[in-house]
């Protein structure tokens, strides 16, 4: 599985980032990076990190540093997304990190931002029109820390329930404007609608 994960040029602080796996396993990593979290809960080996020349410049060295003997880095270049053309830009690097029917984890932690949007609409098109396997997309919530404890504890969503809402929605509307209900079908066969 490939994780691909982007970094900006905020001032990330050591907190120690927490996700509960689907077994109840608690996975918890103390680092300023999600990145770094991120790869070693999932023990991913390759992750495509999506940075600015800046964000590189900054914070470059030091999470090759934590991911040493972790995982092998590749750098995609992305402008800052200033602009719906950069925005454009943004998708097509993302598009360029995934082979198709490749299994996938994105952190959209370090997102600057309107970033996770675009990489949820691209997991989306990712998904259908190459047939990539959307495993985990994971958002370190910094914001909601417990500062109680040192270090912090920062909790990380898994998004991909949400994100499968694109699915459900495809599929009932399917149902709506066709009548064809062989996808609704096949969702409802493998699990219950989200917050139906």
């Known amino acids: 599985m ?30 300023p990076y999600a990145t770094v979290a991120s790869a070693r809960a999932l023990a991913v080996t390759d992750i495509a990190v999506l940075a600015t020349d800046e964000a590189r410049a900054k914070h470059g060295a030091a ?14 270049r992305i402008p800052s997304g200033a602009n719906e ?5 943004i998708y097509g690097a993302l598009g360029g990190c995934v082979a198709p029917g ?10 600057f931002r309107s970033l996770p949007l675009v990489v949820l609409l691209a997991a989306g098109f990712l998904r259908v029109a190459r047939k990539v396997k959307v495993r985990h997309i994971f958002y370190g919530a910094y914001d909601a820390r417990d500062e ?11 998004l991909v329930p949400m994100f499968e809402l694109l699915e459900w929605a495809n599929a009932a509307d399917r149902f709506v404007r066709q009548g064809d209900a062989r996808d609704l079908a096949e969702l409802v066969r493998r699990e219950t609608p989200p917050y139906a």
């Open 63 to 76: 999470l090759e540093r934590a991911l040493e003997g972790v995982a092998t880095l590749t750098w995609v």
């Open 148 to 158: 109680s404890v040192t270090p912090s504890r920062t909790p990380v969503f898994d």
């Open 2 to 31: 490939r994780l691909i994960t982007f970094l900006g040029t905020s001032d990330y602080r050591e907190t120690c980032y927490v996700w509960t796996d689907a077994q109840g396993r608690e996975h918890a990593y103390t680092t």
């Open 102 to 111: 490749q299994e996938i984890a994105l952190d959209v932690t370090h997102g």
């Open 85 to 89: 053309t950069e925005m454009w830009e």
